[in-house]
């Protein structure tokens, strides 16, 4: 059975601090990882990744995946307030990008 | 541009009656998903789409029913609620399945 777990459920910090998110996963086939970040409501795309040791970054935020552990990580840098939110990471098992597989997600809280 | 419109957005049924969650792109995304979020279970998969005419059972397909008749619309059938359906439901778009999926904003579903 597939599975994306992630770690750790939930952080609380200070804005300001840097933060990593952990995602491991067991797929029986892989195509690309993704990380989506969600607020009050819809999920919203942050990265894809796809080959290992290739860094993922869009400002503050950053990612890469280790195709050989298993595993991704998300790093947020400066946290802002804004950055409070679920952060969810989904497994493309290659049995065609439908079928995606979520992990749990890790609450993110940044208090001022 | 919409994007991905979901109706109605809360939704309060009692155990037995039926019900038509609505979805709606227009990006002419070919892939299309439903997904339920339960506490501290991220999002599973119910069922899926990949073009008009064709859909697929997820990881948890039981109690629904999808059709797919245009590639704009892909309505989530519940036939015979159960309190066990209380989630919130989210429906996402994609063009190839190979890029990163867009959500709907979610429909808040409680059976009673």
């Known amino acids: 059975e597939d599975k994306v777990v992630q770690s750790p459920l939930s952080l609380v910090v200070h804005e300001g601090d840097t933060v990593t998110l952990n995602c491991s996963y067991e797929?029986?086939?892989?195509?690309?990882l993704l990380w989506y970040k969600q607020e009050k409501k819809a999920p919203t795309f942050l990265f894809m990744l796809?080959?290992?040791?290739i860094e993922k970054k869009s400002g503050r935020l950053s990612s890469i995946l280790d195709k050989k552990e298993l595993f991704s990580i998300l790093n947020i840098t400066a946290t802002q307030t804004g950055d409070s939110a679920v952060y969810l990471c989904a497994v493309d098992p290659a049995q065609g990008a439908q079928k995606l597989v979520f992990g749990q997600g890790t609450r993110l809280t940044i208090n001022p | 541009n919409a994007g991905v419109t979901q109706t109605p957005k809360f939704q309060v049924l009692k155990t037995g009656q039926s019900m038509t969650l609505q979805c709606a792109q227009d990006m002419n995304h070919e892939y299309m998903s439903w997904y339920r979020q339960d506490p501290g279970m991220g999002l599973r998969l119910i069922h899926y789409?990949?073009?008009?005419?064709?859909?697929d059972q997820g990881e948890v397909p039981n109690g629904y029913n999808v059709s797919r008749s245009t590639t704009e619309d892909f309505p989530l059938r519940l036939l015979s609620a159960a309190p066990s359906q209380t989630s919130v439901y989210f429906c996402a778009s994609s063009f190839t399945g190979a890029y990163g999926y867009t959500f709907g904003s979610g429909t808040r579903l409680t059976v009673v």
């Open positions: 789409s990949v073009g008009a005419g064709i859909t």
């Open positions: 797929v029986t086939n892989f195509r690309s």
């Open positions: 796809t080959s290992s040791g």
